[in-house]
């Protein structure tokens, strides 16, 4: 089963502490709206994503199985 990123943008405020922390997955465009880059969690970007999760202000980021 694959892992995939799951932002829940009814409670984002686009603090953009996940994308400090790996911006080939996350990014803010100019109007502060968070996009998600690459929604697959790999063994390569794994530790950095929960990381973000962990780091999340609003707690607004997990990890789903798909």
Known sequence: MAKK???D???CESNA?????????????????LHILQEDVTPENEAQIREAVRQC??????I???
Do not use: K
Request: with cysteine; aromatic share 10%.
């Open 9 to 11: 943008f009814e409670i």
């Open 5 to 7: 990123v799951h932002v």
């Open 64 to 66: 789903v199985d798909e």
């Open 17 to 33: 502490v996940c994308m400090g922390i790996i911006p080939e997955v996350f990014d803010l465009d100019d109007q502060d709206y």
């Open 57 to 62: 202000p609003r707690q607004a980021i997990s």
